[in-house]
C-alpha cells in the first residue's frame, strides 16, 4: 500500500495525479498547461503552429522540459516524491520521437546538466509528428497498396492505413529525409519516451498505445513483418519490442532520485497511450460501458466484448491495458471546434453552457451547423470547412445560443452515428476531458444518447489510469477494487436524458447525415 504517480502527456498539457491507496483518496491533481507555462516553445494549442493545417509537429523537448517543472511544482505543492511506490502514465496516441541513439545506450542522465540539454543532441528528427498531423494521405496509400489493400492494414492492425498512425509517419520520414532516417537508432511513441527518459533506458511500447501505429499484428501481439516491411527499411531494429501494459520497463533514473526526490528502485510501468489509460481511469476496463472524453480531440470509446472492427473504416481497435482490447472513435474537431464557436460568439463556458440549457431547445429550432475547423479525422474530411444551415441570425452567427448549442449537437450526432458499431451498452456513459464539466454538453449528449451522462470526480481520467496502473502492477489488487475507491462519478453533475428529446434528433441526425455525404462527396 502507499502513493502512486500517473502522469498524462497529452497534446495541450502534461497532468499528474497521485492516489494513496492507504487511504483511497486522490492526493494532488496537477497540469502544466504547454502554451502558458512553457510558452518560449511558441505553441500555444501545444503543437508548432504551421499555415498548412495537415502538418501538425510538437517539440519533444517541451514534454521533457515540462516534466522537471511539473515535478518541481508537485513538491513544492507538498508532494513528498520519496514515499511514492510506482509510477506510471499515458501519452498523446501516435505522436513519434526520433533518437540518434538508443537510450539504452546512453547510460542514463547526467545529474549535473538539465534534461532537455542532454535530450536534444539525441534528436535525429527535431520535431515529432503529433495525431493530429494529417499530411500522409500518399503515405497511407502506398502502404495499403503493398500489403494488398486496406482490408489486409485492418485485418492486421485493427484499423486501416492512417494518416496520423506512426507508420505512415515513418514512412514519409524515410521518403523525405532518408539520411537522417539511416541515422535514427530508435523511434518511440510519445508514451514510450516519457518512460524511457524516466529510466533514463528504453522502454518498451506497450500494446495499448503501439496498437495505434498500423504495424503491430494485433492477433501476436508482435510486431508484423509485413507492415514494418511496407513502412520503411530496416525498422524492426529500430523500435523498442511491443510489451504487455503491466510491464515493470525499469527503476526510476538516479537523476530523478537525485534531482526529485524519488527513492532509489522506484519501479516505473509502461505508458500507453492517453486513451488506453482513460479507460483505466474510468473504471470502465471490462466491456459493458462506453466512455465520451472531451479533450483536445473527441473520443469515444469501450473494452469490447469480442474483436470487432468499423465497417465504414473510421474506427480503431487498441489493446486494453487490463487485457484484451478496446474499441476508439476520434474525432479531431472537439474542444477546439467548441472553443472556436465560443470565441467566435462572445461567450464564456458558463455562459455557453447556460446558452444550451435555458435559451434553446433540442433540434435547435432546425439551425444545423457542420462544425470543421480543422481537418476531421471522423468523418475523414481533408479540407476543413464550416457550414451553417438555418435561420439568417444563425447563419451571420448573430445567435450566440443557438451557436453554441449547433456545435454540440453536430458533435453529438456524429459520435452517435459512428459508434454504432461498437456494440456495447449505452445506456449510461460515463464522460472525461476538460469539457466534461460543463453542464451544456453533458445534457446535449444525454438527449442526442437518450443515455444517463456519468462525468468522472477526478479531473484527468487517463492520470488516474497512470496511477491505478502504477498501484495494479505494484500491489497486484484487482482493477474492481480501485475503481470502487478511485474511478466514481461525480453525483452533482449526472445528467438524466429529456425522453421527449428522441424526435427531435431522429430528424435532425437524418438532416446532418445527409449534409456530411453531400460534404464528403458520396
Ligand atoms: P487534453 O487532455 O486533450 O489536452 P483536456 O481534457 O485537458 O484536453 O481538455 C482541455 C480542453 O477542455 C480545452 O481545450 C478547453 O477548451 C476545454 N474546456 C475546459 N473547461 C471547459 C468547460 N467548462 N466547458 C467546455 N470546455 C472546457
Ligand atoms: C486517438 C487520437 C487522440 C489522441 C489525443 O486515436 O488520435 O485521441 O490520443 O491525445
Redesign the pocket.
Known amino acids: 500500500m502507499g502513493q502512486y504517480l500517473g502522469l ?1 502527456s ?4 502534461l ?1 499528474a495525479t497521485v492516489i494513496d491507496t492507504d487511504t483511497g483518496k486522490v492526493v494532488l491533481e496537477r ?1 502544466l498547461g504547454f502554451g502558458e507555462q512553457l510558452a518560449h516553445y511558441k505553441a500555444p ?2 503543437f508548432i503552429p504551421d499555415p498548412d493545417p495537415a502538418l501538425r509537429h510538437s517539440d519533444p523537448l517541451m514534454w521533457v522540459e515540462a516534466l522537471e517543472k511539473l515535478l518541481r511544482e508537485l513538491r513544492a505543492a507538498g508532494l513528498d516524491t520519496a514515499r511514492i511506490r510506482g509510477i506510471s502514465g499515458a501519452g ?1 496516441q501516435h505522436g513519434s520521437v526520433y533518437l540518434k541513439r538508443s537510450l539504452s545506450q546512453v547510460g542514463g542522465w547526467r545529474p549535473g546538466s538539465e534534461l532537455v540539454t542532454q535530450v536534444r543532441p539525441l534528436l535525429s528528427r527535431p520535431t515529432s509528428p503529433i495525431w493530429m498531423d494529417s499530411s500522409t494521405g500518399e503515405e497511407c496509400a502506398e502502404i495499403a497498396a503493398v500489403v494488398g489493400g486496406n482490408a489486409s492494414v485492418t485485418q492486421v492492425t485493427g484499423s486501416r492505413a492512417i494518416e496520423r498512425f506512426t507508420g505512415p509517419q515513418i514512412r514519409k520520414f524515410f521518403k523525405r529525409a532518408p539520411a537522417a532516417y539511416g541515422q535514427t537508432e530508435e523511434i518511440h511513441l510519445v508514451s514510450s519516451f516519457m518512460a524511457s527518459v524516466l529510466i533514463g533506458a528504453t522502454s518498451g511500447i506497450d500494446l495499448g498505445d503501439g496498437a495505434g501505429m498500423n504495424l503491430l499484428d494485433l492477433a501476436s501481439g508482435s510486431w508484423s513483418q509485413k507492415m514494418l516491411d511496407a513502412t520503411a527499411p530496416g525498422l524492426r531494429d529500430k523500435l523498442p519490442p511491443p510489451i504487455p501494459s503491466h510491464t515493470r520497463v525499469g527503476a526510476v533514473a538516479d537523476y530523478f532520485v537525485d534531482k526529485h526526490g524519488f527513492t532509489s528502485g522506484t519501479p516505473v510501468v509502461a505508458f500507453t497511450g ?1 486513451n488506453p489509460s482513460s479507460l483505466i481511469g474510468m473504471g470502465a476496463s471490462r466491456p459493458g460501458a462506453v466512455v465520451i ?5 473527441d473520443t469515444v470509446f469501450a473494452a469490447m466484448s469480442q474483436p470487432r472492427t468499423d465497417p465504414r473504416g473510421y474506427g480503431h481497435v487498441f489493446g486494453n491495458p487490463a487485457g484484451g482490447f478496446m474499441s476508439l472513435i476520434c474525432f479531431s474537431n ?3 471546434a ?2 472556436e464557436i ?1 470565441r467566435r460568439v462572445g461567450l464564456d ?2 455562459a ?2 447556460q446558452a444550451i440549457v435555458h435559451e434553446t431547445q433540442p433540434g435547435n429550432a432546425g439551425n444545423l451547423m457542420l462544425p470543421y475547423f480543422v481537418p476531421e479525422i471522423t468523418p475523414r474530411l481533408v479540407e476543413p470547412k464550416l457550414q451553417l444551415f438555418g435561420g439568417e441570425d444563425f447563419v451571420a452567427l448573430r445567435s450566440p445560443a443557438e451557436a453554441a448549442r449547433a456545435v454540440v449537437e453536430a458533435q453529438a450526432l456524429s459520435m452517435r452515428y459512428h459508434s454504432d458499431w461498437i456494440g456495447e451498452e449505452r445506456s449510461t456513459i460515463r464522460a ?7 453542464v ?2 453533458l445534457q446535449v449528449l444525454a438527449d442526442v444518447f437518450q443515455a444517463e451522462l456519468r462525468p468522472l470526480s477526478v ?2 481520467s ?1 492520470a488516474l489510469g497512470g496511477a491505478l496502473r502504477a498501484a495494479q502492477a505494484v500491489e497486484g489488487c484487482e482493477w474492481e477494487e480501485l475503481y470502487a475507491r478511485f474511478s466514481a462519478p461525480d453525483a452533482d453533475l449526472c445528467v438524466q436524458p429529456n425522453p421527449k428529446a428522441r424526435a427531435a434528433y431522429d430528424e435532425l441526425g437524418a438532416r446532418f447525415g445527409e449534409r456530411i455525404s453531400v460534404l464528403l462527396g458520396d
Open positions: 498524462d497529452s497534446t495541450q498539457s497532468s497540469s494549442n501545444g498523446q492517453d472524453s472531451l479533450g483536445t480531440s472537439g474542444s477546439l467548441r472553443d465560443r463556458w458558463e455557453f453552457a472525461t476531458g476538460g469539457a466534461s464539466r460543463n451544456g454538453i479531473a484527468n487517463s
